[in-house]
């Protein structure tokens, strides 16, 4: 896997994967009216433009075998989306399509994820991970990561909860 940082230039493309892949992931666990919704609020263009230019957001496609099979994407500081701790770096999002699934991709973003944050001089990394995801949340706690808390968040126009998960570096 390689990673390829994303740009201004990358904003249809990235839109286009954030849908695809919340819909392949969501829509299993809620309703798809309810992803839909979401997912035509929290992925157009204009709103990932915004997180696009943010100074402290970063996205990186994962490239295998020359195709994008998903994202991740790294906040400190000011983006990020709750302050946990200001010595952290958050995983906002981690989005690998189905087909790519089971290749360990999820694991090389978490590793490259521990890498970028010890360059910034970060302490620990920690997501917010929805409760329901039962496979996610087994997966970052394989990972290293425990559950420290929890938030509640809106999914469109329903209330849930994500668990706050943290890894000490």
């Not at 496609?61 to 195709?67: H, I, P, S, T």
Request: charged fraction near 30%.
């Amino acid at each position: 896997m390689e990673l390829m940082k994303c740009t201004t230039d990358d904003l249809a493309q990235l839109a286009k994967l954030s849908i695809n892949t919340y819909m392949e992931t969501y829509s299993v666990l809620s309703t798809m009216e309810t992803v839909q919704k979401h997912t035509d609020i929290a992925f157009t263009e204009e709103a990932l433009l915004k997180e696009l230019a943010h100074p402290h957001s970063e996205f990186y496609f994962a490239v295998l075998d020359e195709e994008i099979a998903g994202y991740i994407k790294l906040n400190t500081d000011g983006a990020q989306t709750d302050e946990v701790e200001k010595d952290a770096l958050e995983v906002e999002r981690i989005y690998i399509q189905n087909q790519f699934q089971g290749r360990g991709l999820g694991r090389q973003l978490i590793e490259e994820a521990i890498h970028m944050a010890r360059l910034k001089g970060k302490k620990r990394i920690w997501l917010g991970v929805w409760e329901k995801n039962e496979q996610a949340v087994a997966f970052y706690k394989m990972m290293g990561f425990t559950r420290q808390g929890e938030h509640i968040f809106m999914f469109a126009d329903e209330a849930c909860t994500d668990y706050i998960m943290v890894k000490e570096l």
